[in-house]
């Protein structure tokens, strides 16, 4: 078992196992076939066969892959679809991912394995893409490939089957992989430098924020770590997808530029916000709309909705409270946002410099605020 991005090893490893892929996209050769065999290759060494994490990835491959063809099957053989068969699917594609959130709350527990979370929800993705009938042929070692796709794994971003298996299946000219190299490698050190450089120093500096006098420096700082941690992470992830012909979207985009939270979250961990939008905040605005509640009241429902999406969001990460209490603390400010945005006056003023430069500032406090109730630190006070 290797740590993914965190050693020196993975990346003597990663550069070994990278020059085929290299030789073959400088020779304009296709890529997949050997992506594939990296990808299986890379997976063992980084859940390692000693583990009772091996057995889990096992068991929730078959479970998944088996629960997709199958609803995939029934799906193409029937025009009409009841919408309670459809919520099964999502929910029974949905449950590997809540029986291991629900064990990890017990500490005497070893469930799960690296990645079910960033697994899960491109598992989602396609059983719900099924339903919209936007996928009608999926050959199991593509969806395999998809799901497992090393680079990807351990710290995602959440790519998009479709978007995917269109660089998967695509032959690049040799002056296209050059582009495509030269751009992994610079996020290669970029991600290693955020990492390794930045997101090491901000941890050595939380040690002595402790106790109350010292939270306010321990929000600060542990946002530092926290955004060049996982940035660096994702960008590093973005690098060797890159280097294996697969151009997986970038996670973050000046995050703390932001100007609303509603803008913020179009620019931090980009990948999981917006497949939350896509697949999750969408379909419960549309069937909020036509509840009796809410019937007629769209702007009610889709203020609903968002509460319930950022919720669900922080229960993602755990169903610890401090993460159930970050999903519920964004909810209520993107909420607050969408009513601003609607009724102050103020927000006419939003394309001159000086509303900009306040509004990034806000912006700013309200999400390291955020920060410190996602760390857990504020309840262990």
């Known amino acids: 078992m290797i740590d993914a991005y965190g050693s020196l090893y993975w990346f003597y490893v990663l550069t070994l196992i990278s020059v085929p892929a290299v030789v073959l996209g400088l020779l304009e050769k296709p890529l997949r076939a050997y992506s594939r065999i990296a990808t299986v290759v890379m997976v063992v060494l980084i859940v390692g066969f000693s583990t009772g994490q091996w057995w889990w990835l096992l068991g929730f491959l078959a479970f998944e892959l088996t629960l997709v063809k199958g609803w995939l099957r029934y799906r193409t053989g029937h025009e009409n679809v009841n919408p309670w068969v459809a919520r099964v699917a999502a929910a029974g594609a949905t449950l590997p991912l809540v029986v ?12 799960g394995f690296l990645g079910i979370s960033y697994l899960s929800f491109r ?12 996928i009608t042929v999926l050959p199991l070692a593509d969806l395999t490939f998809f799901v497992l796709f090393f680079p990807t794994l351990a710290s995602g971003p959440i790519d998009r089957l479709r978007r995917f298996q269109q660089d998967a299946d695509r032959t690049w000219t040799r002056d296209e992989y050059v582009y495509l190299l030269g751009r992994g490698l610079t996020m290669l050190l970029m991600g290693g430098v955020y990492k390794f450089v930045l997101a090491a120093w901000f941890t050595t500096q939380l040690d002595w924020a402790v106790g109350w006098p010292a939270t306010l420096a321990y929000m600060y700082l542990y946002t530092g770590r926290l ?11 973005v690098g060797a997808s890159y280097v294996f012909g697969i151009r997986t979207p970038p996670n973050f985009r000046l995050p703390f530029a932001a100007e609303s939270i509603k803008d913020f979250w179009t620019r931090w961990h980009i990948s999981l916000s917006f497949w939350f939008r896509d697949y999750l905040y969408t379909r419960l605005a549309m069937f909020l709309m036509r509840t009796k509640a809410f019937k007629g009241h769209r702007t009610a429902a889709g203020r609903v909705a968002l509460a319930l999406n950022m919720g669900l969001m922080g229960a993602w990460h755990g169903f610890q409270l401090h993460y159930l ?5 964004h909810g209520l400010l993107l909420v607050g946002n969408d009513v601003y945005e609607k009724k102050s006056r103020l927000y006419s003023y939003r394309h001159h410099l000086a509303y900009r430069l306040v509004a990034i500032a806000v912006t700013f406090q309200l999400v390291v605020f955020g920060f410190l109730l996602f760390s857990g630190h504020i309840l262990a006070i």
């Open 100 to 111: 291991i959130k629900v064990g990890n709350l017990f500490p005497t527990l070893s469930v």
């Open 123 to 134: 598992v989602i993705q396609v059983v719900l893409e099924i339903t919209d009938g936007l």
């Open 227 to 237: 955004f060049f941690d996982f940035a660096g992470y994702s960008a590093m992830a």
């Open 325 to 329: 209490l970050y999903g519920l603390y």
